[in-house]
């Protein structure tokens, strides 16, 4: 199976635990560590302190808020929202299994909340990124949408549920959710991360299935599915060229990452092709050679995505994650694989200009 396709189908089957934490235990630590607020202050107030300091980037100093609203002996008020404001920052610090169990405590202690609805959408994303996308599904259908929700939650939810269920498995049903949702908000500003997000899970679609055709049997036949491949391939690289218009730099750096992938899995696949019937073992070899040679463009083409991704992440200042994954694919390109390996002497592609913007795609 194609590695495309078998992480997709390990991620789809994932399933997670939701580990049983204590949220009070959790933070009871971090009491006393920022100063005392006055007895007057309401739990409201401390809340909204605690989330201006997560967005400052205060993590710890928002969870030695949110401890004193945890840890009182009269349930609070406040006591929802500030769990809510505790998942978030476990989640900012990549605590992915700590705060999937703070959101899963808020929706069952309070299902009733007006924030448990959100905490069972940030629950779902923590299910996410854990590859548990069919516990990512259940978690979003929780939300309760009889009440009405307003444009932009509405399609915030849907493109949401449709990445989840493209990825559990379910593709028609979520592409048809994507679909709808993206044309929907094509003419507008909002959700753009979850848009971008949402061309990059159809790209995927298309380069997993680009990555099903195998090439075996006849000379023609081999040549009908190298070009349905390389339209498929095609169909992949319009849907990042229309995440890269949205300007989310985690999704850009994605999309350039597939295509790389895509591209060396199929100078891959082609120099494992069946050679032309009649050849002599002479003539085979000299077939090989030649096919070596001529897919050199394959490498130079997944080559060039990698790097421009290194540089544009350096140009952002990004250190997120793919960044790791595209120079890691990047140096593993040998030279002799490139049409024209890059000139030694040339300035890393992290230094690249600033007014290079263009992307290869």
Request: aromatic share 6%; hydrophobic share 45%; with cysteine.
């Amino acid at each position: 199976m194609p590695p495309l396709l078998l992480l997709a189908a390990l991620l789809a089957c994932a399933h997670v635990r939701v580990p049983d934490v204590d949220p009070v235990r959790l933070v009871a630590p971090l009491l006393g560590s920022v100063p005392a607020y006055p007895a007057h202050v309401p739990d409201a107030a401390l809340v909204e302190d605690a989330a201006a300091r997560r967005l400052r980037g205060d993590l710890e100093g928002a969870r030695g808020v949110l401890a004193f609203v945890l840890a009182r002996e009269t349930p609070s008020p406040a006591e929802a929202e500030a769990l809510y404001q505790l998942g978030l920052c476990y989640e900012a610090e990549e605590e992915t299994e700590v705060a999937l169990a703070v959101y899963d405590r808020l929706v069952r202690t309070f299902p009733d909340a007006p924030v448990s609805q959100d905490g069972w959408f940030r629950r779902a994303l923590c299910l996410e990124s854990l590859g548990a996308h069919r516990q990512a599904v259940r978690s979003l259908e929780r939300i309760r949408t009889s009440q009405g929700l307003d444009r932009h939650d509405r399609y915030t939810l849907d493109l949401q549920r449709g990445i989840s269920l493209v990825r559990s498995g379910r593709r028609n049903k979520g592409l048809r959710l994507l679909d709808d949702a993206l044309a929907a908000t094509s003419d507008t500003e909002e959700v753009t991360y979850l848009r971008a997000k949402a061309y990059l899970t159809r790209a995927r679609v298309w380069a997993e299935a680009a990555a099903r055709i195998r090439f075996t049997g006849p000379d023609r036949r081999q040549a009908r599915r190298l070009e349905e491949r390389a339209t498929y391939l095609r169909h992949a690289e319009a849907e990042v060229t229309a995440a890269t218009a949205l300007k989310e730099p985690e999704w850009i750096l994605e999309g350039l990452l597939l295509l790389g992938r895509a591209y060396e899995d199929l100078r891959s696949d082609l120099l494992q092709a069946s050679p032309p019937r009649g050849f002599s073992e002479e003539g085979v070899a000299r077939w090989q050679a030649e096919l070596e040679t001529r897919t050199r463009i394959l490498g130079t083409k997944a080559w060039r995505h990698y790097d421009e991704g290194v540089a544009l992440a350096g140009r952002l200042g990004w250190v997120g994650r793919p960044l790791a994954e595209l120079r890691a694919a990047r140096a593993a390109i040998r030279l002799e694989a490139l049409v024209k390996p890059p000139a030694s002497d040339a300035p890393p592609a992290e230094h690249a200009s600033e007014s290079d913007q263009s992307l290869p795609l």
